[in-house]
């Protein structure tokens, strides 16, 4: 499919419905407000905007690599959010944590 429709047009579609499928979930449930509190707001539009750049290069990269390849690399995105987020953040990552960003890479590099 990805031969024939734009990445764009794929990502647009899903988005789309993955909205209209949590918001009749949310309505259902009676959640509300639906899209969080104003005071939360700058960090669920971050949250959406690198959601949505996340998703886009996914869907570019299965549609420019091998899918094997492209799976494990979107598959490492937990090594590189619990990286990211000790030396960011400050937060600690622990003796499972290293061993499991090791484990990522020893795979990546494998592949």
């Not at 031969?3 to 988005?15: E, H, L, N, W």
């Not at 509190?37 to 690599?65: E, P, Q």
Request: glycine share 8%; net charge positive; aromatic share 10%.
């Amino acid at each position: 499919m990805g031969s024939q429709v734009p990445t764009f047009q794929i990502v647009a579609f899903r988005s789309v419905t993955s909205l209209v499928v949590c918001a009749a979930y949310a309505r259902a449930r009676g959640i509300a407000p639906l899209f969080g509190r104003r005071s939360n707001l700058r960090f669920l539009a971050s949250r959406g905007i690198f959601g949505a750049a996340a998703m886009t290069t996914y869907y570019f990269c299965i549609k420019l690599l091998p899918l094997a390849d492209a799976v494990t690399l979107f598959f490492l995105n937990p090594a590189i959010t619990a990286v990211a987020a000790w030396a960011i953040m400050r937060e600690p990552l622990g003796l499972r944590g290293v061993a499991g960003v090791a484990a990522s890479l020893a795979g990546l590099v494998l592949l």
